[in-house]
């Protein structure tokens, strides 16, 4: 079935540490998005790429970093310089180039104490 | 800046009734809206889009309208369900990258 992966579905880390979440998809869609969800806060955009090797900032991008090396895998680093890094983080893709809809993987939550 | 917002935050109703749910957006200026469903601790399920050309999409008991001059979309759902107990967002694409969340309408629908 095509669709969205995003691993793991928990991940706690110690403050201080960089972390690495993944987010594989195959459904051929060339761009690729990622989402913080925060309660009672809409979902925000970090990053995103509409082609391999070629990503943009979103409107929360500092102290998270990406990577586009593959079209299937789009991977999120939430690094130490990121201040309250704890939500739940989403993972989407689309087809560009036409008004197609936005599907999601089904997010990992990161705790960081 | 684009501000979607939805009203009410939660809804219980008894199964059986049908229900509205309201989103509503500042800048009339979209490219299409997207209703999703948000089950707890999972990812968002798309159910409707609607392209700012159209009126309105429906998908079985689901039926989701759009009026852009006035910065208003409805999704109405027939014959409540426990199951459709969830938390249903909006969105809204202003241009290629730019899509604007809601934050949510929590449904509980009591058996």
């Known amino acids: 079935d095509g669709g969205i992966t995003q691993s793991p579905k ?49 409107d929360i991008a500092e102290g998270y970093s990406v ?17 309250n890094p704890t939500a739940f983080y989403l993972c ?5 180039g036409s008004d197609s809809p936005l599907h999601f993987g089904n997010g990992t939550r990161l705790t960081v104490t | 800046k684009q501000e979607v917002t939805q009203i ?13 749910l309201n989103c509503s957006f500042t800048d009339s200026a979209i490219y299409n809206l997207q209703w999703f469903r948000q089950d707890p ?19 079985g008991r689901l039926n989701a309208s759009l009026d ?12 409540s369900q426990p199951g ?8 809204v694409r202003g241009g290629a990258n730019n899509l604007f969340f809601g934050t949510g309408t929590r ?5």
């Open chain 1, 92 to 96: 989407a893709s689309r087809i560009t």
């Open chain 2, 41 to 59: 601790g999972k990812g968002l399920t798309s159910l409707l889009l609607i392209q700012s050309s159209q009126r309105e999409q429906t998908s």
């Open chain 2, 8 to 20: 009410p935050a939660a809804l219980s109703v008894p199964e059986g009734e049908n229900l509205v």
């Open chain 1, 67 to 83: 990577s586009r090396e593959k079209k299937e895998s789009f991977p999120l680093t939430v690094t130490s310089a990121q201040k």
């Open chain 2, 107 to 111: 449904l509980t629908v009591i058996p």
């Open chain 1, 10 to 58: 928990y991940l706690f880390r110690k403050e201080g540490q960089n972390v690495t979440l993944s987010c594989e998809q195959n459904l051929n869609h060339d761009a690729m998005y990622w989402y913080r969800q925060d309660p009672g806060q809409g979902l925000r955009l970090i990053y995103y790429s509409q082609i391999v090797n070629d990503f943009q900032k979103g």
């Open chain 2, 84 to 91: 459709d107990s969830a938390t249903y967002l909006c969105a």
């Open chain 2, 68 to 79: 852009k001059s006035s910065g208003r979309s409805t999704l109405y759902i027939a014959a």
